[in-house]
Structures are given as structure tokens and as C-alpha cells.
């Protein structure tokens, strides 16, 4: 998921997250604030999406930001690793 300064505010964000980890999909965010606009600007930090989605097993609330990882496209060098992000999300989700 791609996180910028209104995502986690967003109607369909929370069901589409849920609805990827019902159906077993790898889970991560990738924070694109850094990313400079044809201006030469850069945004707001959005807040965590996964910040508001929670499991709870055993009874124990589980936040989805504790669980699924969230990299920064710049700081990260995302072009770079991208692919071994989503790897990583898949290897996790078992698929």
C-alpha cells in the first residue's frame, strides 16, 4: 500500500487492507511523502494506516503497524528494494 498524507483517512483504506489480509495477501506500506511533486516539494508524512486495524488473538490486540512492515520510498532506497519487500511480504503470507 502506498501511504501518503491522507491515506489512513481515507473511506476504503481500512476494508481494503482487511479485505487483503482475509484473503491471505502479503502486507506492507510504503510511506511516499519524500517523493518530490514536479515543484520540488515535499508532502506530509500520512499517518500508518495499519495503525488502525488490529487482531486479537488469544485476546490480545495486535495493531496490523506491529505486524506488517512500513518502508520509506526515499530513505529506504525503495527503487532498490522494492522487489525484496514484496518478497518478503509474500514469504510471509505463505504464498
Same mark, same amino acid.
Given at each position: ?38 515543484? *520540488? ?41 522494492? *522487489? ?12
Amino acid at each position: 500500500m502506498l501511504i501518503g498524507t491522507g491515506t489512513s483517512e481515507r473511506k476504503w483504506v481500512n476494508y481494503e487492507i482487511i479485505k487483503s489480509y482475509e484473503d491471505g495477501k502479503g502486507l506492507l506500506g510504503v510511506d511516499i511523502h519524500n517523493i518530490l511533486d514536479k515543484y *520540488g516539494y515535499k508532502a506530509i508524512k500520512g499517518g500508518n494506516p495499519f495503525n488502525n486495524i488490529y487482531i486479537e488473538p488469544g485476546g490480545k490486540r495486535e495493531y496490523f503497524s506491529t505486524i506488517y512492515p512500513t518502508y520509506d520510498w526515499v530513505t529506504d532506497d525503495g527503487y532498490k528494494n522494492f *522487489g525484496d519487500w514484496v518478497e518478503d511480504a509474500a514469504r510471509k503470507a505463505r504464498r
